[in-house]
């Protein structure tokens, strides 16, 4: 049962705190409780506020609360209002024609066809098809359909616009009169250039009132403004009927229609149009409408900024106030909007217009009595505790400057961090200290929680990446793991199966390179529907590399990028042809010029089956996506898109799917509506009107779910928190710029209750301010990441640091003769380093608020140099090999890193290749040298007498089907280039393949060491000529010399199989290469010995510690060739000590390098005697082998390198 008092009317409610308007909310409803499963209409502004409230019904009630947060129908103002007019209008239809959405797809229809539009207006109204000119020129500048699409939006955004804030126009234009009227309903002319925008609205409405596909109710063709008064008039009807009665509440119930709420509750909105508030007091009369109102003073400040003759009007609520209050002495009361809170008159605009509209209808005499003491007004002393505190006191009271400076207050910043400001050198600094600041918050405040933190930005979508890898990086188990959540996402850009169906609908236009379509396969969704695992895609990637596949799914998808036809190499479909023949003829000869890939095969091949048909249906839908089609045809093709990628397994996914199958059907009903039932559409068009309603604002949002809160900063986002963060407060990006669209007429026509972006920017910051109960951080972006200039910040944060340094002072210190010369800002102010790691955070002297909770980077401050201990003793699991000791002489720090640490080689993770070849550089064209040297050796072992260069050119042709070669025409030059240098070295190869025909049997060398351990290994590479001489022979494809100068680094690897070779008799090894043929000549038994040993006792030493002998830096300074540069590096040029962390971690440069005794020692032993070994021959010479019987003797070497001819 209802109480039999039960109060009706537009209710105003107001506090300088969020919170005390709440729980009077709260109360209000326990007071006055609806009937059972009856739903609470509250209208909010965003989902912030909404999950804030439904937290505080849910408490007990013996914590202020209602116990349960049930039936609750908490809406925008914007929907609710169409409620309200549903009710009170029969047969009004859900959706108006004159809606923003059928009013896009309408005006798309009709400015799609300027000419018949220019018709049309002429028979319409008499206005000229000139008037379109603005709009021709626009859209004749491109042909892109995406361009007409973005138009429409625009403008019937612009009408949607026009119909709340000035629906006066729009009824004036609809008569026929191309004008615009002012506040006072005065007529003002427009410009030429401006017609077309009465002229167009026109057409709008005779071509929905022509519409036959609308329906024939009394509603269906009706604009909004008309309904708008309709329903005016039927509440006033009401309402005189109510007043001829007697006013109960029986009477009461019985005018109020049934689907009107008996109660409507707002909280927490900082503006609401004049139009909606009108809708609130026209259907007062038969309902609770309480407005719970924040007010930022509990004073009159209505005159404080400039432009107040607009809004002089009677303000009920405060008038003995504004009449009785002191006038300063000499300020007279027409000076009176001087004197006040600076702050509140630079950001206040929008609250200030709020309430003049508000008290249009207020009448607080009317509900005052239903209220304890009738207060309708609560208004909270914040106290005078901190300077935060203070400065809302400021603003509650409405206190000047000179007022404040009156106080003479004092601010101790190392007592007083209730606000501060922090300066950092880019976004990602912000945010680590920022998490520095709530780790110490935590520490210093027990009761703090993390739901008591709020962080809010600009813009969310530029922090993400900065919050998710500072705060995203630690685990639980870490004592810094703060859980955080982040709001205001986009969907469409942050859920994988959207940015999946995103990447879909850009198919036509996606290259599809290699790590597109897998990235596509890293969607569970779209991977489940294919019957693949997370695990397949590691070797999906490595054969979508080998097989050569770089981007575009075939030919015909390549052409339609408006590339030239037939180009199939290094497309998925190229690549697929060649996996499926690998696997069906291995590594056979090529079939119709296709290439087979030999990797794929055995059970693991079954996984090509889903990649090909992924493949297959991008394939056919990219065909698809190609040809326009009506709206209906798009729903089934969407749908089918839908079913063809997707299997739902998860929960959120089926979510998404839902939504996404709803959004859809409201378009489909839009376009129906709008009469664009029959047009057909391009992809680009649908896709956005598809996806982009899912960006439209919602109460679903999670907020305030137990964690740090990270939102942008939103209306009435700023909810009480006990701590507030504004990060990224930078001059420029806030407050936000939204730059004016050219046609807007309502620009420089300002009415209160208008939005503007900046204006609500500044009272938002100003409901920050206000919202904050202990703490208050801003930070901004104030040093440049390159020069380290200052950078200023907002200018609202300019305008509160000035307030604060003339306001206040700073308390002088006990032990301190004069006060301090910077101001308050400046002492609240902390510039930080631009790193990190700076040595700064950890100086004795540091200042107080220079911290940082990364201990890892103290530890590189405080670094002992590495130990030089050696480890104990220890032997590999295996016999010591040739491998081993060529591993270990090609980079004696990583292989004492691999071996002995068990840490495997310093490299980055290699990206995938999406760019076919079209030049090669060095290292492509060792590589593929390096393949041709291998195919040429395999067949040569086939064929010992087939003709060497047929061979290859062979090879070359196979890398090109196999499309490591660019595309034709190039493919050609990149052939030649390719070859050009291994014709003579293969000849030569061929030459001693037959001169020395015989491969020796492998023989096992096995000895003990002495420490430990044994040696093991052979040599299966040995050749005989038929007179007895033996050779170990190679073709590599890299050049030995840079000038005249020996590239020793690249030598050296075949030096250990060299040395054990000779302990079966003197053996030559020849090396053949683009520009060299060299042979390490024989040594004699006890010189291979001594060197063999020298080479084994050196790696013994090499893992228990590492040694001072990085490869090339010795042989420069054997050869006396800069080996400090070689070490440290030069201009453009990386040192050697750069090729392993391992080397700048035990000898940072050349000086401590060579100050090691050991550097000179070892690089003598380990590369003296090769240098001495080594014969130069004349490539091009008939001279096939030097004279077998010329060995080296080391003892005497002097350590320069002989040529030997």
């Known amino acids: 049962m209802l109480r039999q008092n039960w109060p009706t009317g537009l209710m105003v409610l107001q506090s300088n705190r969020l919170e005390s308007l709440r729980d009077l909310m709260v109360g209000w409803m326990r007071e006055y409780p609806l009937a059972p499963l009856e739903p609470e209409t509250i209208l909010v502004q965003s989902n912030g506020i909404a999950q804030w409230l439904k937290l505080a019904l849910a408490r007990s009630p013996e914590t202020g609360g209602c116990g349960v947060a049930a039936a609750l129908n908490i809406d925008l103002p914007g929907r609710f209002v169409w409620q309200a007019y549903r009710s009170m209008l029969p047969h009004l239809p859900q959706q108006s024609p004159f809606d923003k959405g059928p009013l896009t797809w309408r005006l798309l229809r009709l400015l799609g066809d300027l000419p018949a539009l220019g018709e049309r207006l002429a028979q319409v109204n008499g206005f000229s098809p000139a008037v379109l000119t603005p709009l021709s020129d626009f859209l004749l500048a491109d042909d892109n359909p995406q361009r007409l699409y973005q138009l429409a939006a625009r403008l019937a955004d612009l009408y949607d616009q026009y119909q709340v804030y000035r629906a006066d126009w729009l009824t004036a234009w609809a008569k026929g009169e191309a004008v615009k009227l002012d506040l006072n309903g005065r007529a003002q002319s427009l410009n030429s250039d401006e017609y077309w925008q009465p002229a167009l609205w026109q057409v709008l409405v005779e071509d929905i009132q022509a519409d036959e596909r609308l329906g024939n109710g009394p509603w269906d063709r009706a604009s909004r403004a008309s309904i708008h008064q309709a329903f005016l008039n039927a509440c006033q009807q009401r309402r005189d009927a109510l007043m001829s009665e007697s006013v109960s509440s029986a009477s009461t119930e019985a005018h109020r229609p049934k689907a009107l709420p008996r109660r409507v509750s707002i909280l927490g909105i900082s503006s609401l149009p004049y139009q909606i508030l009108e809708v609130l007091a026209a259907i007062a009369p038969f309902t609770q409408v309480m407005l719970f109102v924040g007010n930022p003073s509990e004073h009159y400040w209505g005159d404080l900024i400039e432009g107040r003759d607009l809004l002089r009007r009677h303000y009920g609520r405060h008038q003995s106030e504004a009449s009785s209050r002191k006038v300063p002495e000499g300020l007279s009361p027409d000076q009176l909007h001087l004197h006040g809170h600076p702050l509140l008159a630079a950001w206040g605009k929008q609250g200030r217009d709020y309430l003049h509209l508000l008290d249009e209808w207020d009448q607080p005499e009317a509900y005052r009595h239903h209220f304890i003491h009738e207060r309708i007004d609560l208004f909270e002393d914040p106290g005078s505790g901190s300077l935060l505190s203070q400065l809302q006191q400021d603003i509650l009271a409405l206190r000047p400057l000179a007022e404040s400076r009156e106080l003479a207050r004092e601010v101790d910043p190392d007592q007083d961090i209730s606000m501060q400001f922090t300066i950092a050198h880019s976004p990602q600094r912000e945010v680590e200290i920022l998490q520095d600041q709530l780790l110490d918050a935590f520490e210093r405040d027990a009761t703090l929680q993390p739901r008591d933190i709020l962080v809010m930005v600009p813009d969310i979508q530029q922090y993400v990446p900065h919050i998710e890898a500072v705060f995203g990086r630690l685990t639980r188990q870490d004592s810094r793991f703060l859980p955080y959540h982040i709001a205001d996402q986009s969907p469409r850009h942050r859920q994988p199966l959207l940015v999946a169906l995103e990447q879909l609908l850009h198919l036509p236009r996606l290259r599809m390179t290699t790590t597109e379509l897998l990235d596509l396969l890293d969607i569970p969704a779209l991977r489940a529907r294919f019957g693949l695992e997370a695990n397949d895609l590691p070797r999906l990637k490595q054969w979508a590399q080998g097989a050569q596949i770089r981007w575009g ?426 070859m050009h240098d291994l014709v003579v070295p293969i000849s030569r190869y061929q030459q001693l393949l037959q001169a020395y025909p015989k491969l020796e049997p492998l023989q096992v060398h096995e000895w003990s060491l002495p420490g430990g351990g044994h040696f093991r290994d052979g040599l299966a590479d040995l050749r005989c000529h038929p007179e007895g001489e033996r050779l170990r022979l190679f073709l590599q494809p890299s050049r030995l010399y840079k000038g005249d100068q020996l590239k020793w680094h690249q030598i050296v690897v075949y030096w250990p199989g060299h040395l054990l070779a000779q302990r079966q008799g003197p053996v030559i090894t020849r090396l053949l290469g683009p520009d060299s043929d060299l042979a390490l000549m024989p040594l004699s038994p006890d010189a291979a010995a001594l060197a063999l040993d020298a080479l084994i006792e050196a790696w013994q030493a090499g893992v228990q510690t590492p040694l001072p002998v990085p490869r090339r830096t010795s042989f420069a300074w054997l050869t006396q060739q800069s080996p400090a540069t070689v070490y440290e590096g030069g201009f453009q040029s990386e040192g050697e000590k750069m090729s392993h962390p391992g080397w700048p971690l035990y000898w940072p440069d050349f000086e401590h390098l060579q100050a090691d005794e050991r550097f000179v020692l070892w690089a003598e032993r380990l590369y003296r005697p090769l240098m001495s070994a080594v014969t130069t021959l004349d490539l091009n010479a008939d001279v096939l082998t030097p004279m077998a019987s010329a060995s080296v003797d080391l003892t005497g070497s002097s350590g320069e390198a002989t040529d030997a001819d």
């Not at 929960?651 to 057909?680: F, M, P, Y």
């Not at 309603?693 to 999670?702: C, D, I, S």
């Not at 006990?722 to 001059?731: A, E, S, T, V």
């Not at 004492?896 to 080689?905: N, P």
Request: with cysteine.
């Open 553 to 978: 799914l075939s030919a015909e998808h390549r052409h339609g990028l408006s590339l030239p036809e037939g180009l199939e190499q290094n497309t998925w479909r190229f690549g697929l042809k060649r996996m499926l023949l690998g696997f069906a003829s291995g590594d056979a000869e090529p079939w119709q010029a296709v290439e087979p890939y030999s990797e794929v095969g055995g059970l693991e091949a079954a996984q090509v089956g889903p990649l090909m048909q992924l493949v297959q249906a991008l394939e056919s839908t990219c065909q698809e996506w190609c040809q326009p089609t009506t709206p209906d045809q798009w729903g089934v093709r969407l749908h089918q898109l839908l079913a063809r990628f997707f299997e739902i397994e998860d929960d959120s996914d089926l979510k998404i799917v839902t939504r996404l199958g709803e959004h859809l059907d409201q378009w489909l009903q839009q376009c129906q509506l709008s009469g664009l039932a029959d047009q057909s559409l391009p992809l680009d068009v649908v896709r956005e009107a598809w996806l982009g309603g899912l960006e439209q604002p919602t109460l679903t949002q999670k907020f305030l779910g137990g964690s740090v809160n990270f939102a942008t900063l939103m209306p009435m986002r700023a909810v009480p928190f006990r701590c507030i963060w504004l990060l990224g407060m930078n001059d420029g990006d806030y407050p936000r710029q939204v730059p004016q669209q050219d046609f807007d007429l309502m620009v420089g026509d300002y009415r209160p209750g208008d939005r503007s972006r900046r204006e609500d920017d500044r009272y938002l910051f100003l409901e920050a301010l206000l919202a904050a109960r202990d703490r208050l951080v801003i930070s901004w972006v104030g040093r440049d990441i390159r020069d380290n200039s200052e950078r200023p910040p907002s200018v609202l944060v300019g305008q509160l640091r000035d307030q604060l340094s003339a306001g206040w002072h700073l308390a002088r210190q006990d032990d301190a003769s004069e006060p301090p010369e910077c101001s308050v800002a400046e002492a609240l102010t902390q510039v930080h380093p631009l790193q990190p790691f700076s040595e700064r955070y950890f100086q004795p002297d540091r200042a107080a608020r220079l911290f940082t909770y990364a201990q890892e980077w103290r530890e590189s401050h405080h670094r002992e140099q590495p130990s030089q201990t050696v480890l104990p003793d220890w032997q590999p699991d295996q016999a010591l090999n040739l491998n081993m000791l060529t591993d270990f002489i090609r980079d004696p720090m990583r292989h004492f890193y691999r071996q002995r640490l068990d840490i495997a080689a310093f490299q980055a993770d290699e990206g995938v290749e999406d760019d076919e070849p079209f030049t090669l550089d060095a290292l492509d064209s060792w590589q593929l040298q390096q393949q041709l040297i291998l195919n040429v050796q395999r067949r040569l072992q086939e064929a010992p007498m087939a003709a060497s260069e047929a061979l290859l050119e062979t090879a070359a042709e196979q890398l090109a089907r196999a499309g490591q070669l660019p595309l034709p025409p190039f493919a050609q030059a990149a052939k030649t280039l390719l």
